[in-house]
């Protein structure tokens, strides 16, 4: 004979049918009472496991409304101009892209800090990460507008800096944006005065093509970063000279000499080009 419920005279199981497993517990211990002690540990057990059920769902929830407010507002659209919405969201996910950048899930955590750099269009630092990528990527025209926009908004004279004005100037080069390049190449040296190699493969690379005069302005440069570099005069006046200035080539050598008065290369320069210039 199946128990029935002592207020209902109702089978115990047709409780449970009707009115669901809370019921049939509460039925169930009303008939045994040594059940009771399980029936509460099995209630808190389903409560908790409903409660983080729910906490998830939530946090999943705000996430997604969070992302398609982005969406919503700039379309990720990085170059947007506008007050921060929210930094602390911004860092949230400059957070995850760098997280999904270490796992090498490159295409995630560029996600991540387009998603950065739209809550807050001014965080440089997703800026130059989201760089650092696409440059890594080969992604290069993708890569020189974000580093323009973070040489713009850096103040401090850093590494970081340092590298993205270097970067972007052998982009430049590389894409023939002459105009361009030569700007951020003159800013490059002036923020890296020790940096010497990097001054002769700039004038190099613009002397092979054809432009004398981008080489002229980044020894000029270099000798302005670094006085006392006599090497600096003597190329200098070796281009001046190849692009027939010669008084300012002589000028170069001597400037050279007279930093280095130890050398006899630097003097032999300038004694071959005086005796030219005296016949």
Request: hydrophobic letters at 40%; charged letters at 25%.
């Amino acid at each position: 004979m199946l128990p029935t419920s002592a207020c209902l005279g109702l089978p115990c199981w047709k409780l449970a049918y009707g009115s669901g497993i809370l019921r049939h517990l509460i039925c169930a211990s009303l008939i045994n009472p040594h059940l009771e002690i399980f029936m509460k540990f099995r209630l808190l057990g389903n409560f908790a496991a409903l409660s983080l059920s729910l906490s998830a769902t939530s946090a999943l929830a705000q996430d997604t409304a969070t992302s398609n407010l982005l969406d919503r507002y700039s379309g990720l659209e990085i170059t947007r101009e506008g007050p921060t919405i929210d930094a602390e969201l911004a860092q949230k996910m400059f957070r995850r892209g760098n997280t999904y950048s270490n796992l090498q899930r490159y295409e995630e955590a560029i996600e991540e800090y387009r998603k950065a750099i739209s809550a807050d269009p001014n965080f440089a630092n997703a800026i130059r990460n989201l760089a650092n990528i696409y440059y890594f990527l080969e992604r290069f025209d993708e890569a020189k507008p974000l580093l323009a926009r973070y040489i713009e908004l850096e103040q401090q004279a850093n590494a970081p800096l340092i590298a993205a004005v270097s970067t972007l100037g052998e982009l430049e080069r590389q894409s023939q944006n002459y105009d361009s390049s030569i700007q951020y190449d003159e800013r490059a040296i002036a923020l890296d005065p020790d940096n010497d190699s990097q001054v002769h493969i700039m004038a190099n690379t613009y002397n092979n093509i054809g432009r004398a005069d981008l080489a002229i302005r980044i020894y000029r440069a270099g000798i302005a970063a670094k006085p006392e570099n006599a090497f600096f005069d003597r190329s200098l006046g070796r281009i001046l000279e190849q692009e027939g200035y010669v008084e300012e080539a002589l000028e170069a050598y001597r400037s050279a000499a007279s930093k280095d008065p130890e050398s006899d290369f630097y003097a032999d320069l300038v004694l071959n080009l005086e005796s030219r210039l005296a016949r």
